[in-house]
C-alpha cells in the first residue's frame, strides 16, 4: 500500500471508527440492550470488533473510495459507500432476523440504514483525504 493509500484508508478508519461509536454509544447500545437482554455479552470483544473495523474500512477503501478517486468523482464514494453499508449489514441484520427471535424488523430496517450512511459517510472521508494527498502530491 502507498503512502496516499495507507492515509486514504486511515481516514476511512478514523471516519468510521468517530461515527460508530457515536451511534454505539448514544443509540445502540441501548436499543440492543432491550431488545437482546441476556444474548449480549457483559462487555464487548473488543478483539473481534477491531477486527472487524479493520477488514470492513479496508473494504470501504476498496470497493467505495479508490474507484471514486479513479473517476474524481466523490458522489461515486458516498453512493457505492452507502450500497456497501446496505449489503454489509443487510447480511447481518437480515441473518439475525431470520434466526434470531429478538431481532425484530424494526432494529434490523434502522441498523440497515446506519450502515447505509455510516458507510457512505466514512467513504466521503476517505475521498476527501485521497483528493488532498493527489493535489498535495501533484504541487
Do not use: H
Not at 31 to 47: N, T, V, W
Not at 49 to 54: M, S
Amino acid at each position: 500500500m502507498s503512502f496516499k493509500g495507507a492515509g486514504v484508508y486511515a481516514a476511512t478508519l478514523t471516519a468510521f471508527l468517530a461515527l460508530d461509536a457515536v451511534w454505539l454509544i448514544y443509540v445502540a447500545a441501548g436499543l440492543f440492550k432491550a431488545q437482546l437482554g441476556d444474548l449480549l455479552r457483559p462487555e464487548p470483544l473488543l478483539s473481534a470488533a477491531l477486527l472487524f473495523y479493520l477488514i470492513y474500512a479496508l473494504a470501504i477503501t476498496v470497493l467505495a473510495v479508490t474507484p471514486a478517486l479513479r473517476l474524481r468523482q466523490g458522489r461515486v464514494a458516498l453512493g457505492y459507500g452507502a450500497l456497501l453499508g446496505l449489503a454489509a449489514y443487510g447480511a447481518f441484520d437480515l441473518t439475525n432476523l431470520a434466526v434470531l427471535k429478538a431481532w425484530t424488523p424494526e432494529l434490523a430496517a434502522l441498523d440497515m440504514a446506519w450502515g447505509a450512511v455510516v458507510t457512505a459517510l466514512a467513504a466521503g472521508a476517505g475521498y476527501l483525504a485521497g483528493s488532498y494527498l493527489r493535489e498535495r502530491e501533484a504541487r
